[in-house]
């Protein structure tokens, strides 16, 4: 069973930056598309940005031109860059491989990491 440990939150005030991390414990993790999905409280979780195994990414429209996507496939880990953040990123940060409609691959979720946007 692939464990995914998310690292990297904090809390932070409006217009500042944070850079998560996710390592995957798959040997098979650079054939994925790997991608960050966040929870915030009574709602869904969906996702936000993700990355192919070319490296082509995409972005939701809430998070474009903020957030970047990046992964190491050698350290078998993706990351996210969240600049400019506001209060509406408050969430609970996690990482999976994605797959089709945007659903998670992997059947168990990490911990998470919380990210806290307020002054």
């Known amino acids: 069973q692939v464990q995914l440990v998310e690292s990297g939150g904090g809390l932070v005030q409006p217009g500042g930056s944070l850079r998560l991390s996710c390592i995957a414990s798959?040997?098979?993790?650079?054939?994925?598309?790997m991608g960050w999905y966040r929870q915030a409280p009574g709602k869904q979780r969906e996702l936000v940005a993700h990355?192919?195994?070319?490296?082509?990414?995409n972005y939701a429209d809430s998070v474009k031109g903020r957030f970047t996507i990046s992964r190491d496939n050698a350290m078998n880990t993706v990351y996210l860059q969240m600049n400019s953040l506001k209060p509406a990123d408050t969430a609970v940060y996690y990482c999976n491989a994605v797959g089709p409609l945007s659903s998670p691959v992997f059947a168990s979720w990490g911990q998470g990491t919380q990210v806290t946007v307020s002054s």
């Open positions: 798959t040997r098979a993790f650079s054939i994925y598309t």
């Open positions: 990355i192919t195994r070319g490296g082509s990414t």
